[in-house]
C-alpha cells in the first residue's frame, strides 16, 4: 500500500554567487560555461603556497543580501573553516566553507505549492568555495575556472512531504535569489545545484528513517523524476523486510535510475578546523541594515491577488521575475487599472513576445509603460477600440514610438459622432431589408452581423459599442 507511505524530504542547494570575482582573489568568477579551460586561475586558488585568500567585499554583500531576503537572522560574526580531502578538482586539498559559524541561520521561504501558499524553514546558509571541474574524455581533465569560486549553500529542514513542494519551493529560491541579484540561479550553467535528502515513513508516523542522500539532479524535471524513483525504491525495500540504507546515490537521469556512491564521511574525517589565513567576518547592524530587502516576488503575488483581484495565474506569471513585476507595476501606477493592465502585458505583449525572434523577454520588450499605458487610456476614452489598439501596441511593438502619431497615420482613430453613426446604420438597415426581417421574427445571431456591416462602412472607424446602441433602438 503506497498510500501508507509519506515522503520526507530535506534540500542542500548550492548556488553560485554572481560576483565579479572568485571568493578570495581577483580571478574573474567565470558565470558561463563557454570560456576556454584554466584561463581564470591565480597562485591562490591553484593552491599554490605563499598565497593569501582575501575574501571579496561583493561576495560578503550578496551572501547578506540573500540572507535577508529570505528573512533569516544575518549573524554579526562568521567564521571560515577548513574541510581538508583529496580530490584533483580540489587544488589547494582544502576547501574553505562555515561550519560552526555560518553567516545565516534561521530563514524561511515561502512558495506557493499549487493555490496554497506553504512556509518552509531553512536551518542555515553558508558561504563556500567551489571545486574545479573533471572533464572526462578518455584521459581525465581538469578545468580550475570554477575552482575557488563563491557558492552559497542553503540547508532546509526536512520540510518537504511531496515533489511538488520541492519544486515549487526550489522555483521561489530561485526567483528570489534573481530578485535581489544575487544569482542568476540557472541550473544548465550550474549556478544551482540540489542535492535531496530522502527517507520515507508510516503516514502518521514522527520519527525519521533512514535517509538516502540524492546527488547529481541537473533539472528541474531530473528532480522530480528522482523523488518518485526513490519513494518507490525505498517502500520495496520496506515491504521486503529490509531497511533503507543510509548512503548517498547518484542519479541518472537517462536511464532513470540512481547508484550507490561514495559512502558519507562524518566530519572528523574532513578534518574542519578555523581556516588561518582569514579573520572571522564581522558585520555591523548598520552593514546588513543597509542591505535590507522588504520586497520580495511571493509577496508581489499575494498583494497582486489580494489587493488587485487577479486571477492566480496571472499573479504568478507577472510576478515572474524583476522585469515583468517592475514593468506591471509601473503601468498600474500610470493607468491606475490593474485587471487591465494585467490584461494587456498577459495577451497582447506576451504573444508579440512569443512570435519574436528579437525580444523574447520583458528585458528586451521595446514598448514602453508610458507608451502602453496611453494606449489603455485611449481605449477607456473610448478614441480606439480595443481591437486597434491592438494593432497600436503591434506597432510600439516594431519600434514606433507614439501610440498618437500610430494612430493616425494608420487612420484607427474611433468616430464618436453619433449623429454620422446613425446615418450609416440606417442606411445599412434600409440596405439589408431580409436580415432586418429575420432579426425581427427572433433570429438574434442577424445583429452582429449588421454590427458588422456598419463597422465596415465607416471604414472600421465607428464605435461599435454606439452602433449597438443605435441598431438596438432603431429596431425595437
Ligand atoms: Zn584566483
Redesign the pocket.
Known sequence: MQSSYELVMGLETHVRVKSET?MF???KNALELSDEANV???????GFPGALPVLSDAVASLGVRAGLAMKCTINQKSVFDRKSYFYPDLPAGFQITQLYHPIATHWEVSAFVGTKLQTFRIARMHLETDAGKLIHAGKTLVDYNRA?SPLMEIVTEPDFRSRDEVLAYLEELQKLLRFVDASDADMEKWQLRCDVNISIRKTGETHFNNRVELKNLNSFSAIGRAIDTEFHRQIAIVQAGWVVEQETRGWDDDRGMSAPQRSKEDAMDYRYFPEPDLTPLILSDEYIAARAVTDRPIERRVRYLDEYGLLSDDARILSRDRETSDYFERLVALTGDPKKSCSYITTVLFSLMEASQTHRSMAENPVSAEALARVIDLVNRDEISSTNSKVVVERLFTGWWEPDAIIDELGLRQNNDTEMLADIAMKIIANHPEQVADYKNGNEKVFGFLVGQCMKASKWQGNPKAFNEILLSKLS
Open positions: 572568485k582573489c581577483s580571478c581564470h586561475v591565480c597562485d591562490f586558488c591553484m575557488s
